[in-house]
Structure formats: structure tokens, C-alpha cells
């Protein structure tokens, strides 16, 4: 009997050690070699990952459709994909690449992928970036997908930010007077106090500040900035500057609004969890609306309708979203011009670039593409707002840092009964430092 | 033991190759990994790159009001935690010692359960019944007319730790438990039986006659469940993050955010290092008690 | 001591424990329930009452594991001389499950025998450096593992072993503490049998295997269990180490789901449910040999 056991524990060991050593060869050699594919008929053999954010929508099993698309074509690159999500996902990114095995493409924005960049992870895509290419793409997004020296991220789409409403509980309240939904929607701070008041009073919960993590904190970013005209950061992106007066005025209105009951404040929420309570009906309001999460929170129980952020001027200035493609330098060319073909793919192909981009629910960022979404008066007029775009700060020094400040700051103010002024000095100062450091 | 310089030189050789595995996973994957953590926490170490930068980072920490706030959590959580287990799992058990045989195994059960599932699959369920709007306790408390509204009991600063304490409670209990049931089992009955008749009072007899003999045990449960809050994590990451403001952040969790989401190697690796003292310091002195209390 | 106030006590004390294990099994009640419910009945609406029993409130519906079980991998997949063996296809969180199985177990199975041979040593043998080797590992037991994360995490990466099963299974083995708990089992050996071992003629490895062995018996149990526990619910370890879809554990596998989808409750209590019952069930199963275990680990340790 022991020595039976014994015996059994001693082929364990065994077994373990054997299909330890098989599993391991394939992520080594990353199978460049054509041994290492069984049947497969000469042409070299490459093998990637590829991460995505879930910007193509929650389970849509586009990625698949692409990927087999991309096979057609190219049937020696085979992709693994990994469908991370916006809460971990950062985490996952920061320990794969502390891990040397960080995946050859990722889906993603510019916020992260020009930090990676800068320190040295990525591999230059300056090659991707033809003249015929740069004569299609604005200046503007071009400057996003660069440090200003390299070129780090293929972009695919853009959109802005908005908030999305509720419109039968806005109706219901009594407060779609409030709304300019005749003209191109935008609306005043005033409009918006008073239209929260009407929801709270009528007993819905307006709309639910979250700030329990970095998860879509752009938006409570563009709903602060926006109400009194607040900047992020100065014109010359070398300072973060939300304790400007605007800034304060902007925090102490919310903090009243969440004393007096006319917002909740949710400090254990991200924006998907704040985006669920809007979709199941728990809130009127979300303020991380747009193109691509109206697709992934859509419901048919009720009618969502976007409008920009509430301003003292009624002029919003709106967050942008950049969609592109940024690849992890392995140590692997093949693997790295690999990932950039698909990544072209996706991004240029005739039939299947315009189809991406309308799978982001944003706008293409190649002019030649042309209007994608003709007849189509609600992508019409969210077009239109790209004139709203705001400077673009999320390719500055200090980011990452910037982001934990921003939410931690929220906490303190609207749930710790900060006083508004010392504690955006507190987040500028953090902000800053790490920006200067 | 005397042995001969021979002798103990061919014993040493014998020795360090039964040694060899478990030397080989400990050096390699504990000690390693320790002495490049020390060093890392002298540099700057972060996604680009590296330099050395001396004490720089520990003198930050100590300035850092996040650091000391997750500290001062880590420590509330501890304290707190640590004597309400044992006391009562001390109650549970001897509870349950009195009861029939089928009893005693059933609760011995029930309280070792959320031990064996592991904090993930508890606390999924755990924060879905705090929810402010989904939750069930609101619902309740609601329904019942004691609340207005949904109260965001994980999203306020003054509930959030009590709730984070709550689960590692019941996460940490079952083991002692056991433990006591054990225990009092080796209590010599015909003692208690000559004091019962002698007109000991119950509370004399638990003094003077249990606890003698159970106190071996209850410097062991508090030793493991010092150690468990102190590394109190997965509860954290997946309940609160670390908020409201940092009310329910612990250093555990200061240095895994510090280090994954804002890429600071080096500083994070120097918050290792004190919480490494600072347990080192706790275990040390419970070692001592520990020591000092048995005769064994 | 009246009889009137000791029987109080008692209904008081029961009462108590009752309450208690009501807060204990709730929640596991409610993993299994709400993994069964509908989506329209999961959520609890303001005004409504809470759908608590089954059968009559609730109507059980597979369609929460019909989701979780809805994208499919390979059991395993192995490259070796040339050939690619695959395994059958199996359901992603089936494959999580496996994966939190293997590593519990090989770090149980390499655990027993790393500690078992350095425990005995460290009792019986006296060789340089012994007390040593001892004092770093008692000092090492204390720490806690999320300490070393970061280093560990490059230094998985560089000997290739980051999102493998390994980077987690290694750490764990060579946490000290099955060592010293050995070595506390080794020490009840009456070392005039190994005297009369080695009279017999038997070589080192004989002894061990022969009078050593059996004797510590009780303590792989102990050693096993504790093992096991640690290795399923090393939650830190697990989420640096594997990044990787096909490489997570069930734990990292239902935290992921909380994230992704945190409203959808019955798809996460029903990756709760996939990852609490079966080790329930052992538990269950093995009982006796749990309880034993802890109790001798303690007592020796």
C-alpha cells in the first residue's frame, strides 16, 4: 500500500516534469519554426497573440470574423486572441509586460499605449505611416498616435464622449423641458442642476458619479471640466491645471448636488458598473456614454439618447476616443511585421476597414473612407461634434499618475466631504509631480 | 550528541542531498526573489528603466499619507480581527465540544466551509449583497423601512472596513475552530468531573482546569490568523479596491496598485520590504509568548 | 450553578449558533440559487419581493452555465518532436478548473516530498550549517508571499516560466512551511531505530525510505491538506503569474467575470458555484482526514 502510493506520487512527479518541459517549448520557440506545426505545408509559420478591449463590443464575435477574414489571406499567421476587459485589463497589460509576455498586438487608446511606448516596450510603426496614409489622417489624430518623436499606435476610429439619458424617466420627471433635443442638444449647467432636481425629485437617482477606479474615468473627467469651463491641463500640455477656479466652482456644485441628494456618488463603482445601472434603469444618466458603449449597453426597455456634457456657455468641449493598434516589441520580427500586417488588416483592408470602424460605432480617422453611416441622422449628428473636440491630454507625461489622483480626489470631495479647492490642489501637485519626475 | 569530525562530515554530505529539492524551490523562488526585492527598493525601478536612488524611496513612504493610511488599515484589521476570532472561535468551540457527536461535526462543517471555497467565490457574493441598488441587505433594510434609500455600505467610509473585517472573519474562523474542538478534547475530564463535584462554578473551571491546557492552541490561532490579516488581499481587490479614499487600503494592496497600475517597481518593492519588518517584528514577538508559554 | 440558568445558557448559546451558521451558509445558498435563476428573476427590483426558495419561487434554468460553458479550448496542448498533441475540446471554464486542479496538486505532491526529505534531515541530521538553514527558514515562513510578487515576477519570466502553471506551483513548493512542519513530525522518530537501521546495513535512502516513511505518515496528510487549500486559493500569485485566457484558474476565472460583467449574476454565481462545489465535495468526502490534519499540524507545529 505505501509503496504503492509511493510509487504513484514518484510517476506524478514524472508525469509533472515531462508535460512541463513539452508545454513550455512552444511559448519559447514561439513556433517560429515550421517542426513545431505538425502538418501545416511550407510557407514559414508564425504564431501571435493579440489582446483586445472589448472596443469591437461585448461578445460579438467580430474578432473571430476577423481573424478568419485575415486567414484567408494569410493563413501562415495564426492568432491567439484575448479579449481583456476595461477594469483588469490594465493590471493583466502591466504584469504580462513585466512577465516578457506581453501579446504582439493590442486593441487599445492612446493613454496606455503611448506610455508604452515611452518606456521602451513597443516596436516604432513609423514604417506604417506612409505618405499616402498621412495625407488621409487628420493632424490631429496623428499627433495622438505619437510621443512626438515616434509613431506608437495605428489608429482605426474616433469618437467623442457624451453622456447618455433616459428618456421616458426624463419625461416621467418632468425633466425633458431641460433638454434642447430640437437643436443639436447641447445644454447648460443650469439646465442640467435643474433637470437632476426634477429626477430626484420625482424619485429616480439622477445620475451616479463613480469613482471607484480608473474604469472610464474620462467621463467624470469631461462632466467636471465641462460645467464652468475647467481645464485639464494647460494649452502647452506641460501642467496639470484643474484647480483653477472653474475647477473649484465646478467641484463644489457637484459636492452640493450629492449633499442635497440631487446625484449619488459611488465610490465602489467603475464606469461599466456605473453603465449597467443605467442600462438595468437604476440611474437617468450615465456620464460615460458614446458611440462604441451604446452598443454594448443598448436595452430595448427603454429609449437612450445621447447628449454632450452641460456647460456654463452651452458650448461642450468633449473628451475624444482614439481606437487603434500598438505592437509589443518581443524580440520576434517575424512576429512584430506579423502583427502589423494584421493590424493593417483591420485598420486599411477595402472591404474590411470600413467595417471595423463601424463595429467601433466611431468615425473613421482615413478622410477616403467617406461618410460610413449615411442616412443614419443619429451618427449624423454626433458627427457634427467632433467640432467640440477637446485638446488631447492623454498622451502626457504623468498620466497613469494623473488618472489614480483624479478618481481618489473625487472620493474625498463628494464622499469624504472634502473641502473642493484643497483637494484638487492636492491631485494638481500629485499630477504634477509625477509628470515633472 | 557527540559525533566524530568524520562521521559529521559524512553526515553533512548526506544531509545537504536530502536537502537539495526543498533548498532548491526555497532558494530559488523565495530567497532569490526576497534579495532582488531589497535591491529593486533602492532603485527608481519603473516600466522604462532603472537607477539607483539609495534610500530615496523609503524616505518617500514615510511621507506618503496613502502609505500610512494603508498601513494604519493593515494594523486596524489585525488588531481588530485578530482577539475577535480567537474569542470567538474559543466560544464556538467549546460550544459545540458539548454537544453530540453529529452536532459537533455538522457546525465544525458549516464554519470550515467558507475556508475550503476560498475568498473569490465568497466575496463575489459578499459584494453583490452589499450593493447599493442590487443588493440584498439594502433591499431588506428598505423593504423594512429602515432605510429611504439603498445605503452604499462598501462605498462609505465609515462602513467599508467594518465589512471588509466581516468576511475575513468569516473566512478565518474555521480553522480555529477545529482547532479548539480538538483541544478541549485533550482536557483531562476527570479533573473537571472532581471540580464540578468539589462546586467549581463553570467560569473556574474553564479558568483553572481548560484553559491551561488550551493555551498551546490559542497562541497558534493567534500566530495564523495574525498572518492571514496581515495578508488580506483578494477581499480587497475585489470588494472595495482599495476605496472609499483609501479606507479599506492596505499595504498589500497600496503595493500591488503602486506597482500594476502606476508602474513604480522600485517603490512599490520598498513597501515589501517594511511590511516584511513590520511582520517579521509581529511574529517575532508572538514567537517568543509562544515559546515562553509552552513547556513542551 | 442553578440548573434554570445553565439551561438558559444553552438555548442562548444554540440560538447563537444557529444565527451564526445561517451568516456562514447564506451565502453559499445563494451561490447555488442564483446560479440557477433567470435573469428576469436574479435581479431585485425596488418593491418586489425577493425570490428566496427554490421550486416554488424560483424555476431552475441552465441557461447561466449554458453562458459560462459557451466558449471552448483544448484540455491541453503539447509540442513535442515535431508533433502537436492536442486534447479534446473542452468548455474555457472546465479548463480553468483544470488548471486550478493541476496546480493544487502537483505543488501537494511536490511539497510532501521536498518537505519530508528536508524535515527529516533538519530533526535528525547534525551537519554544518544546520541551524542556519533552519533560522532562514522559520524567518521566511513568516512573510507574507505577495511580498515578493514583482521580483518573482521577472524572475519567472526570465527562466520562462511566467503564465505556466509552474510560476505558480514553484513559489508555493518553496514556501517553508511543510518543511518545518516535517521537520516537527520527524522529530517523534525514536532515533534508535535509525541506529538499528543502520546496523542492518541499510544506506541513507533505505532508512528513510523504510523506517522514516512510515513513521511520518500522519504528517503528509497534514501537509497534503494544507498544501492543496493554499495553492487553490493563492489568489495574488495566480493573477500576476497567469495573464493568459487558457492559462487562468477558476478563481481568476470568476474574478474576470465580476469585472467583465458585473451585473450579470447569474453567470457569476454560477463560476462561484463551478469553483466552490467540487472542492465542497471533497471537503466533504474527506472530512475526517481535514479535521485530523489541521489539528496535527497545529499540535506538532
Known amino acids: ?118 518606456a521602451g516596450k513597443l516596436v516604432s510603426l513609423d514604417d506604417m505611416f506612409t505618405d499616402e496614409m498621412k495625407a488621409d489622417v487628420s493632424e490631429a489624430v496623428q499627433s495622438a498616435c505619437s510621443d512626438g518623436t515616434t509613431f506608437w499606435m495605428y489608429p482605426l476610429s474616433s469618437a467623442p464622449f457624451y453622456m447618455g439619458i433616459n428618456l421616458e424617466m426624463f419625461q416621467a420627471a418632468g425633466a425633458d423641458q431641460y433638454l434642447n433635443l430640437e437643436g443639436d442638444r447641447c445644454w447648460t449647467t443650469e439646465d442640467f442642476e435643474n433637470a437632476c432636481k426634477a429626477l430626484a425629485d420625482a424619485g429616480y437617482v439622477p445620475g451616479i458619479v463613480y469613482c471607484g477606479g480608473q474604469g472610464g474615468d474620462q467621463g467624470t473627467r469631461a462632466l467636471v471640466s465641462n460645467l464652468y469651463g475647467a481645464h485639464i491641463a494647460n494649452d502647452a500640455m506641460t501642467e496639470y491645471t484643474m484647480n483653477s477656479a472653474e475647477g473649484v466652482e465646478a467641484m463644489t456644485l457637484l459636492q452640493e448636488m450629492v449633499n442635497a441628494g440631487y446625484l449619488d456618488v459611488a465610490t465602489d463603482m467603475v464606469a461599466s458598473q456605473e453603465l449597467e445601472m443605467f442600462q438595468t434603469q437604476n440611474c437617468a444618466m450615465t456620464f460615460c456614454w458614446g ?105 502626457m507625461d504623468g498620466f497613469a499618475t494623473m488618472r489614480v489622483e483624479w478618481w481618489n480626489m473625487l472620493q474625498r470631495v463628494l464622499a469624504s466631504g472634502g473641502d473642493p479647492q484643497t483637494e484638487l490642489d492636492t491631485y494638481v501637485a500629485n499630477s504634477n509631480a509625477a509628470l515633472n519626475g | 550528541m557527540s559525533q566524530s569530525p568524520v562521521l559529521r562530515r559524512r553526515e553533512t554530505v548526506v544531509s545537504y542531498l536530502f536537502l537539495l529539492p526543498a533548498l532548491f524551490f526555497f532558494v530559488g523562488f523565495v530567497v532569490t526573489p526576497m534579495a532582488m ?205 482599495g476605496g472609499p479614499d483609501y479606507a479599506t487600503s492596505t499595504v498589500m494592496y497600496y503595493l500591488y496598485d503602486t506597482a500594476f497600475k502606476q508602474y513604480q517597481y522600485g517603490y512599490a518593492d520598498a513597501m515589501g520590504v517594511i511590511l516584511a519588518i513590520v511582520i517579521a517584528l509581529f511574529s517575532a514577538l508572538q514567537f517568543k509568548v509562544m515559546n515562553g508559554g509552552t513547556t513542551e | 450553578m442553578t440548573n434554570d440558568r445553565k ?175 516535517m521537520k516537527q513530525f520527524s522529530e517523534t522518530i525514536p532515533t534508535e531505530m535509525l541506529e538499528a537501521a543502520r546496523i542492518d546495513g541499510a544506506g541513507e535512502a533505505r532508512t528513510f525510505w523504510s523506517v522514516v516513511m512510515p513513521l511520518i505518515k500522519p504528517g503528509f496528510g497534514a501537509l497534503a491538506i494544507f498544501t492543496f487549500i493554499n495553492a487553490w486559493n493563492e489568489y495574488p500569485l495566480q493573477l500576476v503569474m497567469l495573464t493568459e485566457q487558457e492559462q487562468k484558474t477558476i478563481a481568476l476565472g470568476i474574478a474576470a467575470l465580476q469585472s467583465s460583467d458585473s451585473t450579470d449574476y447569474g453567470l457569476i454565481m454560477a463560476g462561484a458555484a463551478l469553483a466552490a462545489v467540487p472542492i465542497i465535495i471533497i471537503f466533504l468526502i474527506f472530512q475526517k482526514y481535514f479535521t485530523q490534519g489541521i489539528t496535527m499540524g497545529a499540535v506538532k507545529g
Open chain 3, 7 to 181: 439551561r438558559s445558557y444553552v438555548i442562548f448559546s444554540i440560538v447563537l449558533l444557529v444565527v451564526l451558521a445561517i451568516l456562514f451558509l447564506f451565502p453559499l445558498y445563494w451561490i447555488v440559487t442564483g446560479s440557477v435563476k433567470a435573469k428576469a428573476d436574479i435581479l431585485i427590483k425596488a418593491g418586489e419581493s425577493v425570490r428566496w426558495l427554490p421550486f416554488t419561487d424560483i424555476s431552475p434554468t441552465g441557461e447561466n452555465y449554458a453562458k459560462l460553458m459557451k466558449s471552448t479550448t483544448e484540455l491541453f496542448t503539447l509540442n513535442a518532436f515535431g508533433y502537436k498533441i492536442t486534447g479534446p475540446e473542452i468548455p474555457m471554464a472546465m479548463r480553468w478548473l483544470f488548471n486550478s486542479v493541476f496546480i493544487s496538486v502537483m505543488a501537494m505532491l511536490l511539497s510532501c516530498i521536498t518537505a519530508s526529505l528536508a524535515g527529516y534531515v533538519l530533526a535528525k541530521k547534525r551537519f554544518y550549517g544546520r541551524a542556519f538553514i533552519f533560522t532562514l527558514f522559520v524567518c521566511a515562513m513568516a512573510l507574507p508571499k505577495q511580498v515578493i510578487l514583482i521580483p518573482l515576477l521577472s524572475l519567472a519570466s526570465t527562466i520562462g516560466i511566467a503564465n505556466s502553471p509552474w510560476a505558480v506551483i514553484c513559489p508555493v513548493v518553496g514556501w517553508p512551511f511543510g518543511v518545518f512542519l
Open chain 2, 37 to 241: 526585492g531589497i535591491v529593486t527598493s533602492f532603485t527608481d525601478a519603473h516600466m522604462g528603466g532603472s537607477k539607483f536612488v539609495f534610500l530615496d524611496n523609503y524616505i518617500k513612504l514615510f511621507q506618503d499619507p496613502v502609505f500610512l493610511k494603508s498601513m494604519l488599515n493593515t494594523v486596524i484589521i489585525v488588531v481588530v480581527a485578530v482577539p475577535v476570532v480567537t474569542v470567538f472561535s474559543l466560544w464556538v468551540g467549546s460550544a459545540i465540544y458539548e454537544m453530540r457527536a453529529s452536532a459537533r461535526s455538522f457546525f465544525r462543517c458549516v464554519f470550515y466551509l467558507p475556508v475550503v471555497t476560498g475568498s473569490v467565490a465568497v466575496v463575489v457574493v459578499w459584494r453583490w449583497m452589499f450593493h447599493t441598488y442590487n443588493g440584498l441587505f439594502n433591499h431588506v433594510l428598505v423593504g423594512a423601512g429602515i432605510l429611504d434609500k439603498g445605503f452604499p455600505f462598501l462605498g462609505d467610509t465609515r462602513t467599508a472596513l467594518a465589512c471588509v473585517i466581516l468576511i475575513l472573519f468569516t473566512t478565518s474562523i474555521g480553522q480555529p475552530i477545529v482547532l479548539y474542538v480538538a483541544a478541549l478534547g485533550n482536557v483531562d475530564s476527570s479533573m473537571v468531573e472532581a471540580a464540578s463535584v468539589d462546586g467549581a462554578t463553570r467560569m473556574q473551571i474553564f479558568w483553572k482546569i481548560k484553559w491551561p491546557s488550551i493555551m498551546p492552541t490559542t497562541l497558534y490561532v493567534v500566530v495564523i490568523t495574525t498572518i492571514n490579516s496581515f495578508q488580506c488581499f483578494a477581499l480587497i481587490q475585489l470588494l472595495t479596491s
Open chain 1, 1 to 118: 500500500m505505501k509503496k504503492i502510493l509511493a510509487l504513484l506520487l514518484a510517476l506524478a512527479m514524472v508525469f509533472a516534469l515531462a508535460s512541463c518541459s513539452v508545454e513550455k517549448a512552444p511559448e519559447n520557440t514561439g513556433s517560429a519554426d515550421p517542426d513545431a506545426s505538425g502538418d501545416n505545408q511550407g510557407t514559414e509559420q508564425v504564431e501571435i497573440t493579440w489582446w483586445a478591449f472589448p472596443t469591437f463590443g461585448n461578445d460579438t464575435g467580430y474578432e473571430e470574423e476577423l481573424i478568419a477574414a485575415f486567414n484567408e489571406v494569410h493563413p501562415e499567421i495564426k492568432i491567439n486572441l484575448t479579449i481583456i476587459d476595461f477594469t483588469s485589463g490594465q493590471e493583466q497589460l502591466t504584469a504580462a509586460i513585466e512577465a516578457n509576455t506581453a501579446p504582439d498586438l493590442l486593441f487599445d487608446a492612446p493613454g496606455r499605449i503611448i506610455e508604452y511606448g515611452k
Open chain 1, 291 to 395: 458611440t462604441s458603449n451604446a452598443i454594448s449597453y443598448a436595452s430595448e426597455d427603454f429609449t437612450q439618447i445621447s447628449v454632450p456634457f452641460p456647460s456654463d456657455d452651452g458650448v461642450p468641449e468633449l473628451e475624444t476616443l482614439h481606437n487603434g493598434f500598438c505592437v509589443f516589441d518581443n524580440g520576434d520580427d517575424a512576429k512584430a511585421a506579423a502583427a502589423k500586417l494584421f493590424a493593417q488588416f483591420i485598420c486599411d483592408d477595402a472591404e474590411w476597414g470600413p467595417k471595423s470602424v463601424v463595429q467601433t460605432g466611431a468615425f473613421p480617422v482615413r478622410a477616403s473612407f467617406g461618410n460610413l453611416y449615411e442616412g443614419n441622422e443619429e451618427m449624423e449628428l454626433l458627427s457634427s461634434w467632433t467640432q467640440y473636440y477637446a485638446d488631447y491630454y492623454n498622451t
